[in-house]
């Protein structure tokens, strides 16, 4: 298993600010994954963080928005840019454990409020 | 594309009684299916998975199977508490992680379930 922890686990911005939410896991992993839960429905991905290279973004979701880093294989951060009510969201972290076949992990998540 | 219907909630239920949650999926090939919960302000925890036909995913009271002929994988538990109370997440991989992108965890839209005393 692997242990992630987010922070920060809520925040509540104001509209046009930004905001960087930072993953560690306590252990090297090769796959590292953002989702957003928006308020009452499903998970949907944002982007796969690759180490060493850019972000690979999945359709709606444009790094200028949704900034993410993965310099090394136990940490990742995703960021929100010039945020808006409708980015009002939990931000989760998740990582593959074992081979590439594992399962998924998540973080407990980071809540964001948006004014 | 892949797709995981899910039956709407919330369910409301007594404690000790039977739970079945429906889960119906859409995609090519032999996809791992997958339950996750979610407690109240908590993180998504896996709670069971199957990754053949016909495989039976347990843990904690709660079972389903991979049923490929009619591309299910209802969620059952014979007799639910009050410390059942979540949102329940049916999904689906579609085979191996690949590095650089491509890889997706397809979810439902989650059933919140109720269990009172």
């Known amino acids: 298993s692997a242990v992630i922890s987010q922070k920060p686990s809520r925040d509540i911005c104001q509209r046009g600010t930004s905001l960087t939410i930072q993953c560690q896991v306590d252990s090297q992993v090769t796959m590292m994954f953002w989702y957003r839960q928006q308020p009452g429905q499903s998970l949907t991905l944002i982007a796969t963080a690759n180490q060493g290279s850019e972000a690979t973004y999945e359709s709606g979701f444009v790094i200028d928005k949704f900034p993410i880093s993965r310099p090394n294989l136990t940490f990742s951060t995703l960021t929100v840019s010039n945020m808006s009510p409708e980015d009002s969201s939990i931000y989760l972290c998740s990582v593959v454990v074992g081979d590439f076949t594992g399962e998924l992990f998540f973080g407990e998540g980071s809540r964001l409020t948006v004014l | 594309g892949d797709s995981v219907t899910q039956m709407e909630g919330p369910v409301t239920l007594s404690e000790e009684a039977f739970l079945t949650i429906n889960c119906t999926y859409t995609a090519t090939g032999y996809p791992s299916l997958f339950w996750y919960v979610q407690y109240p302000g908590e993180g998504l925890q896996l709670l069971l998975k199957?990754?053949?036909?016909?495989d039976k995913g347990s843990n904690k009271g709660f079972e389903a199977t991979y049923r490929k002929e009619t591309t299910s994988f209802h969620l059952e538990k014979g007799s639910v508490q009050v410390s059942d109370s979540a949102v329940y997440f049916c999904a689906l991989n579609r085979g191996r992680w690949v590095t650089g992108g491509g890889n997706k965890l397809t979810f439902g839209t989650g059933t919140q379930l109720k269990v009172e005393l």
């Open positions: 199957a990754t053949k036909a016909d």
